[in-house]
């Protein structure tokens, strides 16, 4: 039988686990107090130790994570689980303060990949229709899991995933004559070619350095209305909804400037890599007429374009009708074609 994840197991309708890391028993009591009602159970930790252990046996649906834990800071614990390889990315990850919330504390806890601080005591209404939203996302990711539509512990879609969402995404564009962009990025030999013979364009498309570094540049960078998804372990695929020409290129100087110096071992060093990025825009008349697999399958020509010329001032390419088109259909095998 192969080994489940926490949080692959099965669940029981209606019933949630959540891990508090919380060392006040006043106000982890407080908190069971209007979780439990909502059908949680609720596992209590003192420090951040104990707190990554609950979590790594249980796979909650909820994390808490107290300020005043006594050995880490907040932002910390929330950098440790997000780098465990058992933790599920989709998991809320919530900040709790018995102290003002000043900006610079809030944006350190984003940065970590909190999903929001909150002051306590809490409005206990509000706290439960935020927490009741955040736990229904993880729920529609963990049944995208089921469905295969994402990418094994990377959180972000597979191609077919990608493909149904992108669907629902141009159909959403049609109805409010929204603007919607695709853009595709991946990796190419420096201009003039790489100085180590051995780098092949296959080594920059499944290089593991060069995926954990996109991984956390995607993680970091990507907004919450984009759907991200991937052709390939070091190509991925942004649809981004109300997103024009002008806006796609603005995300793609964006990304790429986060990538740049991004590099992969080549024998007893490092050789540079530079990403490239495609996109396509259709006019807002258009996404009644495109299907899903041409919307992605047109960025992901323009990237070939600008992958095969290799000039410098070209990183970013728009779709030309000149370009090949790569297209797929749901259930096809996402390296076909690539």
């Known amino acids: ?31 069971v107090t209007v979780l439990e009602p909502d059908g949680f159970e609720v596992l209590q930790a003192r420090s951040s130790d104990e707190l990554l ?42 900040v709790t303060s018995s102290e003002l919330i000043d900006e610079t504390a809030h944006m350190k806890n984003l940065r970590a990949g909190a999903w929001d601080t909150i002051r306590l005591p809490a409005k206990a209404e509000e706290f439960r229709l935020k927490i009741a939203r955040f736990v229904d996302a993880k729920s529609l990711s963990d049944v995208a899991r089921d469905e295969r539509m994402l990418d094994g512990m ?28 695709c853009v595709v990025f991946g990796p190419s030999l420096p201009a003039g070619g790489s100085a180590d013979p051995a780098i092949t364009d296959e080594m920059l498309r499944t290089s593991p350095e060069l995926e954990a570094g996109l991984e956390r540049i995607f993680r970091r960078m990507g907004r ?16 981004a909804p109300s997103t024009d020409e002008e806006g796609a290129i603005k ?66 390419s728009a ?12 259930g096809a095998d996402p390296g076909a074609g690539v």
Not at 74 to 82: K, M, N, T, V, Y
Not at 169 to 176: G, I, L, S
Not at 253 to 282: N, W
Not at 302 to 315: D, K
């Open 53 to 94: 252990e609950h979590v790594s046996s249980l796979g909650p649906d909820l994390v808490l994570v107290s300020d005043a834990l006594p050995d880490l800071s907040a932002p910390e614990i929330i950098s440790l689980l997000r780098a465990h390889p058992s933790f599920n990315p989709a998991t809320p990850i919530l």
């Open 251 to 316: 995300l793609s100087r964006r990304m790429l400037s986060e990538m740049q110096g991004l590099s992969i071992p080549a024998g007893e060093g490092e050789t540079a890599v530079e990403m490239r990025a495609g996109y396509f825009a259709p006019p807002t008349h258009a996404p009644a007429a495109m299907r899903p697999s041409q919307l992605v399958g047109r960025a992901a020509g323009a990237l070939r374009r600008s992958q095969t010329r290799q000039l410098p001032g070209e990183e970013i």
């Open 224 to 239: 919450r209305s984009d759907v991200i998804g991937r052709l390939n372990p070091n190509e991925f695929i942004v649809v």
């Open 154 to 181: 990377s959180g972000f879609y597979n191609l077919n995933g990608l493909l149904r969402r992108a669907e629902e995404e141009t159909a959403e564009a049609n109805r409010f004559q929204r603007a919607l962009a």
């Open 1 to 31: 039988m192969p080994h489940q994840k926490p949080w692959e197991l099965p669940r029981v309708p209606n019933r949630h686990f959540a891990v508090l890391g919380e060392p006040n028993e006043w106000t982890f009591r407080a908190l």
């Open 319 to 330: 779709w030309q009708k000149e370009s090949v088109d790569v297209e797929w259909e749901w």
